[in-house]
């Protein structure tokens, strides 16, 4: 009685020490880069072009590159993921289909993102003709944030009461209008969650982009999806893989630019769910 | 009054079928996937036999002694990922057994979403840790870590993944029956007890659900180990040692200027099919552990 006493308390201080020492960890990343990247991080860095010199360095056309992806990624990604999730949720009857496609959602989900690197480059950068552009990188991105987006609005779906069906049907709309004019709304909000979710891991992807060829080092601003382009991460590679030390303190000040915009997205989307618990009904 | 509700159905079932179509992607994608690499993959193997690629003990195809055995990039592979994983699992179930049944809901208001923030960090950015955070200050306890290395790109692996386990073991834990853990406190059982001989035996499947995604995801994470680990393609256990894992070999040469269509391409591809074939086999294992925890409830 006394021993299993005894283990009890070891263990939770084992659970203190082990989370403690996770969220030092995280503080001591943080904070390091930090440290080296403020110094750097302001207007000439964040409107510059690349450079051979770290201190005349900046990120602009990386960063115009991450919002065109961020921008070409949702409106490809979206209307697919959705139409399959209304589908799936509202149309398909369960059984053999439903499980393989469920299976198929979920092995996907499980593919390396450099795996989906190489389908892009063999269909759209090659096959399609589009070479290393924007659109290639965004057509693979959206690819491989599909799973998570269908699982994400699934769950939304799912959580709108059969209540609000059945009061459609039963005032004779079709099932296409119950979900367009009835579900769709109420599960927007939620559906918006999961999508910028899935967008905010977009934004950080580095290897599939690297895979399609995306250079590490471009002097001019892209215009157009048809345009090279680079994005934040791959320059935060690129300059990662430099010896001179003030890649280092670059690489830095790109990182924290670019931790800021993955948590703002999140903040957004953690905001948006939480208005929306607050204004649901029921 | 009649043409219009026939109208309506016609409209109807064109957009079930765009639905359809929209479902229908992620089964061309996969179909896709199997395509491309095998469309490589075969090529390559008629020119290299399959036993030279599974026992040969060198990987040198970008050199003029060429070597086709796969071996050193699983070797690599596998190092990181079990590292990571040594660090990912205890730690993750841990955090997960600690938050939900040691500390007050306020604690662990605050505590889980820090823990997830670890998600969210993209691994390029772990990648920077691991080679300019944690390998010198590693270095200061061993002495003989090289400057890239298994250790703390697996270390740091284990970082970001630890998390999917907490959360995925924090569901697992919250699906057991209310009573279960009731009765056990009932009867006299420390929180300990409640949680290794009760909670987590029912929260099994979910639990090895979980572990089979982690490791799926540790055999294709790409950067921290492109970053960290090394592109030195090198047989070799002792992670003090630079590596070169399946997913840096497919960087390395995508990144460079290798020609289509030759055999060193090929090399690409013939590596993505083990990497394949591995997470395949561990995602479909997680599935199928989900699906038996799903009949089960039921």
């Given at each position: 009685?006394?021993?299993?006493?005894?283990?009890?308390?070891?263990?939770?201080?084992?659970?203190?020490?082990?989370?403690?020492?996770?969220?030092?960890?995280?503080?001591?990343?943080?904070?390091?880069t930090l440290k080296l990247g403020?110094?750097?991080?302001?207007?000439?860095?964040?409107?510059?072009?690349?450079?051979?010199?770290?201190?005349?360095?900046?990120?602009?056309?990386?960063?115009?590159?991450?919002?065109?992806?961020?921008?070409?990624?949702?409106?490809?990604?979206?209307?697919?993921?959705?139409?399959?999730?209304?589908?799936?949720?509202?149309?398909?009857?369960?059984?053999?289909?439903?499980?393989?496609?469920?299976?198929?959602?979920?092995?996907?989900?499980?593919?390396?993102?450099?795996?989906?690197?190489?389908?892009?480059?063999?269909?759209?950068?090659?096959?399609?003709?589009?070479?290393?552009?924007?659109?290639?990188?965004?057509?693979?991105?959206?690819?491989?944030?599909?799973?998570?987006?269908?699982?994400?609005?699934?769950?939304?779906?799912?959580?709108?009461?059969?209540?609000?069906?059945?009061?459609?049907?039963?005032?004779?709309?079709?099932?296409?209008?119950?979900?367009?004019?009835?579900?769709?709304?109420?599960a927007g909000p939620g559906i918006?969650?999961?999508?910028?979710?899935?967008?905010?891991?977009?934004?950080?992807?580095?290897?599939?982009?690297?895979?399609?060829?995306?250079?590490?080092?471009?002097?001019?601003?892209?215009?157009?999806?048809?345009?090279?382009?680079?994005?934040?991460?791959v320059q935060i590679f690129n300059?990662?893989?430099?010896?001179?030390?003030?890649?280092?303190?670059?690489?830095?000040?790109?990182?924290?630019?670019?931790?800021?915009?993955?948590?703002?997205?999140?903040?957004?989307?953690?905001?948006?769910?939480?208005?929306?618990?607050?204004?649901?009904?029921? | 009054?009649?043409?219009?509700?026939?109208?309506?159905?016609?409209?109807?079932?064109?957009?079930?079928?765009?639905?359809?179509?929209?479902?229908?992607?992620?089964?061309?994608?996969?179909?896709?996937?199997?395509?491309?690499?095998?469309?490589?993959?075969?090529?390559?193997?008629?020119?290299?036999?399959?036993?030279?690629?599974?026992?040969?003990?060198?990987?040198?195809?970008?050199?003029?002694?060429?070597?086709?055995?796969?071996?050193?990039?699983?070797?690599?592979?596998?190092?990181?990922?079990?590292?990571?994983?040594?660090?990912?699992?205890?730690?993750?179930?841990?955090?997960?057994?600690?938050?939900?049944?040691?500390?007050?809901?306020?604690?662990?208001?605050?505590?889980?979403?820090?823990?997830?923030?670890?998600?969210?960090?993209?691994?390029?950015?772990?990648?920077?840790?691991?080679?300019?955070?944690?390998?010198?200050?590693?270095?200061?306890?061993?002495?003989?870590?090289?400057?890239?290395?298994?250790?703390?790109?697996?270390?740091?692996?284990?970082?970001?993944?630890?998390?999917?386990?907490?959360?995925?073991?924090?569901?697992?834990?919250?699906?057991?029956?209310?009573?279960?853990?009731?009765?056990?406190?009932?009867?006299?059982?420390?929180?300990?007890?409640?949680?290794?001989?009760?909670?987590?035996?029912?929260?099994?499947?979910?639990?090895?659900?979980?572990?089979?995604?982690?490791?799926?995801?540790?055999?294709?994470?790409?950067?921290?180990?492109?970053?960290?680990?090394?592109?030195?393609?090198?047989?070799?256990?002792?992670?003090?040692?630079?590596?070169?894992?399946?997913?840096?070999?497919?960087?390395?040469?995508?990144?460079?200027?290798?020609?289509?269509?030759?055999?060193?391409?090929?090399?690409?591809?013939?590596?993505?099919?083990?990497?394949?074939?591995?997470?395949?086999?561990?995602?479909?294992?997680?599935?199928?552990?989900?699906?038996?925890?799903?009949?089960?409830?039921?």
């Amino acid at each position: 009685m006394k021993k299993a006493r005894i283990i009890d308390r070891l263990f939770g201080m084992m659970g203190w020490t082990v989370t403690v020492v996770s969220l030092f960890i995280l503080a001591l990343f943080i904070g390091v880069t930090l440290k080296l990247g403020l110094e750097r991080l302001n207007l000439d860095f964040l409107l510059g072009y690349p450079s051979r010199f770290p201190e005349k360095a900046g990120i602009l056309p990386a960063l115009l590159g991450t919002f065109w992806l961020f921008v070409l990624t949702l409106i490809i990604t979206v209307p697919i993921g959705v139409s399959a999730a209304i589908f799936l949720e509202e149309f398909m009857k369960p059984g053999k289909w439903a499980t393989i496609i469920e299976f198929t959602i979920y092995n996907l989900s499980g593919v390396p993102s450099v795996i989906y690197g190489l389908l892009g480059l063999q269909f759209f950068v090659r096959w399609f003709g589009w070479g290393p552009t924007l659109i290639s990188g965004a057509a693979t991105l959206a690819l491989l944030i599909l799973p998570v987006v269908i699982v994400a609005a699934r769950e939304a779906l799912r959580a709108v009461p059969n209540t609000i069906r059945e009061a459609a049907l039963a005032l004779g709309a079709t099932r296409w209008q119950t979900v367009w004019h009835q579900v769709l709304p109420a599960a927007g909000p939620g559906i918006a969650t999961g999508v910028i979710l899935a967008l905010s891991r977009a934004v950080g992807e580095t290897a599939p982009i690297l895979v399609i060829g995306a250079a590490g080092f471009i002097a001019f601003l892209p215009k157009g999806p048809f345009d090279d382009f680079t994005a934040l991460p791959v320059q935060i590679f690129n300059w990662v893989s430099r010896p001179q030390h003030g890649f280092i303190v670059t690489a830095a000040a790109a990182i924290i630019v670019l931790l800021g915009l993955v948590f703002l997205l999140n903040g957004v989307a953690i905001f948006l769910r939480w208005k929306w618990q607050q204004r649901q009904k029921w | 009054m009649g043409g219009r509700q026939r109208l309506n159905r016609i409209i109807e079932k064109i957009i079930v079928f765009i639905l359809f179509l929209a479902t229908s992607i992620s089964v061309i994608v996969t179909f896709s996937i199997i395509y491309i690499i095998f469309s490589e993959a075969i090529p390559f193997f008629k020119e290299v036999s399959i036993i030279e690629f599974l026992t040969d003990t060198q990987w040198t195809p970008l050199f003029t002694q060429k070597h086709y055995g796969i071996l050193p990039l699983l070797v690599g592979t596998l190092l990181t990922s079990v590292i990571a994983l040594a660090v990912a699992i205890p730690a993750g179930i841990t955090i997960a057994v600690f938050l939900n049944e040691y500390v007050s809901s306020r604690v662990r208001n605050v505590v889980k979403p820090i823990i997830e923030l670890l998600a969210l960090v993209p691994t390029v950015v772990y990648g920077y840790f691991a080679l300019l955070i944690v390998t010198p200050a590693l270095q200061k306890i061993i002495p003989d870590l090289q400057s890239f290395n298994a250790l703390s790109a697996g270390l740091v692996m284990g970082m970001m993944i630890l998390p999917m386990i907490a959360s995925l073991t924090d569901d697992a834990i919250k699906s057991v029956p209310r009573s279960l853990r009731e009765a056990a406190y009932g009867l006299g059982a420390t929180r300990f007890q409640t949680a290794f001989k009760v909670l987590i035996p029912a929260a099994s499947y979910g639990i090895v659900a979980a572990i089979m995604l982690a490791i799926a995801r540790a055999f294709g994470e790409t950067m921290i180990v492109t970053i960290a680990a090394g592109q030195f393609p090198i047989l070799t256990f002792d992670p003090r040692q630079p590596v070169e894992t399946i997913t840096a070999y497919i960087v390395q040469v995508t990144m460079g200027d290798v020609p289509h269509d030759s055999l060193e391409y090929r090399t690409v591809f013939a590596a993505a099919l083990v990497l394949f074939i591995l997470t395949s086999i561990a995602t479909s294992l997680s599935f199928y552990v989900r699906r038996k925890m799903a009949m089960i409830k039921r």
